[in-house]
């Protein structure tokens, strides 16, 4: 049996829909399938102004802009998340100020934050790590306590809660994925949410090249030109077309990434029992929203021994990220701090195949040859 770390899931209705954008006689972005994405989160989800963009990472960018980001501004984020996180700050100037996590899950420690907080701070970039809730309530009030920007990526958490606020909603810009390995795909695509009011003009012209042609498709200004700084951030229609076919199917989707992981969690119970890794617990204020499975090994030896043990029986399993303080790029440019919890979790995390339509009997496969492997070695 062979068994990938991902298979993109397809609805069905993709092509159909992508058919219509080129009927409707506009393929380039913000038509009417961008409209229609946009409606789908604003209503379904509360986010205060929704915006499609290329990628997560267009989106961070978007961020960056937004929060007026320059030269000697410091922003705090962690460690332990995609390069992208970074990049989008780093190309505004900025100087980057990498935090632990918590010890019990790969969440920015907002203890740990507090302390490193100075006067350059403008911003806290949060990653809300397979799409699990950081502690929010602990965050809005050091960002309103010390008038910080607070980000959150979002990346893995369409469809999360942190005490039943959709994550995205609560910080003052939320960023999503909707790369081929999330819940809802559009091959490449992202997505900025701004939440508060200050922000939500600014935004459609950094995201419309720096120019306000936006309003001028609706009849708000006779003629368009070049306002502000910006980019081509907006995806085309084809794009905005797949996704709102996922997005019709989007509690299917969720709920079927959702018995996977219940399947996991039934048939992988003894790894905890026996303490032969961790599966780290969901914490009572936060929900799951079946972004994947992962587990704590005890050491990274054990973890990469496992890797190959499961790539031998046909399954591919894979870490995660590597810690960017002790990047090529950026280890010179860290001040110093250790970081135990990042580097922990880098070494010993190993995610499991995970995507809709994995099977009962796949997920007993996986789980058969992860039990052979902790019992050969005691």
């Not at 980001?69 to 410091?74: A, F």
């Not at 819940?183 to 508060?196: K, Q, R, V, Y």
Request: hydrophobic share 40%; with cysteine.
């Amino acid at each position: 049996m062979k068994i990938p770390f991902n298979k993109p899931f397809f609805t069905g209705e993709e092509s159909r829909h992508m058919q219509m954008a080129a009927i409707f006689g506009q393929i380039s972005g913000n038509g009417a399938y961008t409209k229609k994405c946009h409606q789908f989160f604003e209503k379904g989800f509360g986010f205060g102004k929704a915006l499609l963009t290329t990628s997560c990472s267009d989106a961070l960018e978007m961020a960056a802009i937004l929060s007026n980001i320059g030269p000697g501004d410091e922003v705090i984020m962690p460690s332990f998340t995609f390069v992208s996180t970074a990049n989008a700050f780093i190309l505004r100037g900025a100087t980057i100020v990498f935090a632990d996590v918590e010890p019990g899950y790969p969440n920015l420690d907002p203890v740990g934050v507090e302390k490193l907080i100075t006067p350059r701070t403008r911003v806290i970039v949060l990653v809300h790590y397979s799409g699990v809730a950081c502690q929010m309530d602990a965050f809005t009030r050091l960002a309103e306590a010390h008038n910080l920007i607070l980000v959150e990526d979002a990346a893995h958490a369409i469809g999360s809660y942190y005490r039943k606020q959709p994550l995205g909603s609560i910080g003052h810009f939320g960023t999503f994925s909707f790369h081929e390995t999330k819940n809802i795909i559009s091959g490449e695509g992202g997505l900025l949410t701004i939440n508060d009011k200050r922000f939500s003009a600014r935004a459609e012209i950094i995201w419309e090249k720096g120019t306000n042609r936006a309003a001028f498709y609706r009849g708000e200004v006779n003629k368009y030109g070049w306002v502000d700084v910006g980019s081509s951030f907006l995806p085309s229609e084809l794009i905005a077309a797949f996704l709102f076919a996922q997005l019709e199917a989007f509690k299917d989707i969720q709920k079927e990434r959702l018995r996977v992981r219940r399947s996991y969690l039934e048939q992988l119970h003894f790894v905890n029992e026996r303490g032969w890794a961790t599966i780290p617990a969901i914490p009572d204020y936060a929900t799951d929203n079946g972004n994947m499975f992962f587990m704590v090994t005890r050491d990274g030896e054990e973890r990469d021994a496992l890797i190959r043990h499961l790539n031998r029986d046909g399954i591919q399993a894979v870490f995660h990220y590597l810690p960017l303080h002790s990047s090529g790029f950026f280890s010179p440019r860290h001040d110093g701090r250790p970081l135990p919890n990042t580097d922990r979790f880098s070494e010993c995390i190993i995610r499991l195949p995970f995507f809709s339509g994995l099977s009962e009997k796949e997920v007993a496969f996986v789980a058969k040859s992860v039990r052979r492997f902790f019992e050969k070695r005691g």
